[in-house]
């Protein structure tokens, strides 16, 4: 990659070209995940009231670090391109995570959308 990008130019490209990730693409993963039950959880979410506002915030960072990675490989390959494109901009670029801020706050947007619709469909039946 020889020219520096910018971010609009970034953003652009991720508009016209991004695939959507739906939840079906990562549900039986997630699902998967959380068959470990309560050991998705620290134990301190015991003490409180387990419900959709608060449940992520006591998932334990490995059980966390889990469903990231389901989406982002969910993400990832649905839109190569836009993989590659990160890559080569983070790699060359001392911006490049500013530049490809859209991309990352799609997965971020992506995960915690995922995460309380499996709350809605597995999580709150364990109560």
């Given at each position: 990659?020889?020219?520096?990008?910018?971010k609009?130019?970034?953003?652009?490209?991720?508009?016209?070209?991004?695939?959507?990730?739906?939840?079906?693409t990562?549900?039986?993963?997630?699902?998967?995940?959380?068959?470990?039950?309560?050991?998705?959880?620290?134990?301190?979410?015991?003490?409180?009231?387990?419900?959709?506002?608060?449940?992520?915030?006591?998932?334990?960072?490995?059980?966390?670090?889990?469903?990231?990675?389901?989406?982002?490989?969910a993400?990832?390959?649905?839109?190569?391109?836009?993989?590659?494109?990160?890559?080569?901009v983070?790699?060359?670029?001392?911006?490049?995570?500013?530049?490809?801020?859209?991309?990352?706050?799609?997965?971020?947007?992506?995960?915690?959308?995922?995460?309380?619709?499996l709350?809605?469909?597995?999580?709150?039946?364990?109560?």
């Amino acid at each position: 990659m020889g020219q520096k990008i910018d971010k609009e130019v970034f953003d652009k490209f991720f508009t016209e070209s991004y695939c959507p990730v739906d939840y079906e693409t990562v549900r039986e993963e997630f699902e998967r995940i959380a068959q470990a039950g309560n050991d998705i959880f620290t134990g301190s979410y015991e003490a409180r009231n387990l419900n959709r506002d608060n449940f992520i915030l006591y998932l334990t960072s490995g059980s966390y670090c889990d469903f990231e990675a389901a989406v982002q490989e969910a993400m990832d390959d649905l839109n190569p391109e836009i993989l590659d494109a990160v890559m080569d901009v983070t790699e060359a670029q001392a911006d490049g995570d500013a530049v490809t801020e859209k991309y990352w706050d799609m997965q971020r947007e992506l995960l915690h959308t995922f995460l309380l619709q499996l709350y809605d469909t597995v999580i709150c039946g364990w109560k």
